[in-house]
């Protein structure tokens, strides 16, 4: 199976941004147990790099582990080089695409507007990542998706337990969860139980949607 046939599965990636490194593990294996199986870290979040690195062994099979907030060429090498299974970018930087393309990486660029979405998908981006989901509304992607629909759309930023379902009924492929699961409260606090039980919320919602549509 694909990465992006994954994704399509699953439709939830986890974003971990800045969580406290010596809290990576523990956040990261509270999330599996949650019935995550996409995980980014941000290449801004300290030891990000050396988290991927782990986590590829750790989770073996279990868990498609990224990297995010990849900001240039690089940047993409050295997630590439840690074992990253996909690249997640805020912009859209054809350079980036071209190369993790090349290296047999899959890459979801950044993008908000139309054009962008375009460039990105012929630039050979096999799906875009739209942010920020949350202030553009369902409405935009509704209207988007309508002469785009061929090109596979992330929904990230702003996307909770609340309106995820919304999401995805306007045919988004999948969800970027940053903040709104990745609990720093519950982290910061080692309730990593709750945290687990909060993925399962999010999956168990995802779950039904999918079987009503």
Do not use: C, H
């Not at 523990?26 to 986590?55: D, H, Y």
């Not at 989770?59 to 997630?79: C, D, R």
């Not at 202030?135 to 909770?160: E, F, Q, W």
Request: hydrophobic share 45%; no cysteine; glycine share 8%.
């Amino acid at each position: 199976m694909s990465i992006l046939e994954a994704l399509k599965r699953e439709k939830i990636i986890a974003i971990l941004r800045n969580v406290s490194e010596k809290n990576l593990d523990e956040t990261a294996k509270a999330l599996n147990r949650g019935g995550i199986r996409l995980i980014e870290v941000t290449m801004n979040s300290e030891g990000a790099l050396q988290a991927i690195n782990r986590w590829k062994s750790l989770f073996s099979n279990e868990m498609i582990i990224g990297a995010g907030t990849v900001l240039n060429l690089q940047m993409a090498k050295e997630a590439i080089s840690a074992g990253a299974d996909f690249l997640i970018t805020p912009n859209l930087d054809e350079e980036v695409v071209s190369y993790s393309i090349d290296q047999g990486v899959v890459i979801w660029p950044g993008v908000m507007t139309p054009s962008e979405m375009v460039r990105a998908w012929e630039a050979g981006a096999e799906a875009i990542k739209l942010f920020p989901a949350g202030l553009l509304g369902i409405d935009y992607i509704k209207d988007v998706k309508g002469p785009l629909d061929s090109i596979p759309i992330i929904a990230t930023g702003g996307v909770n337990l609340q309106n995820i379902k919304t999401f995805l009924e306007a045919g988004v492929l999948g969800v970027g969860l940053g903040s709104s699961l990745v609990d720093k409260k519950l982290i910061e606090e080692n309730r990593f139980d709750d945290l687990t039980n909060l993925a399962r919320k999010y999956v168990t919602a995802v779950n039904q949607e999918s079987s009503r549509l």
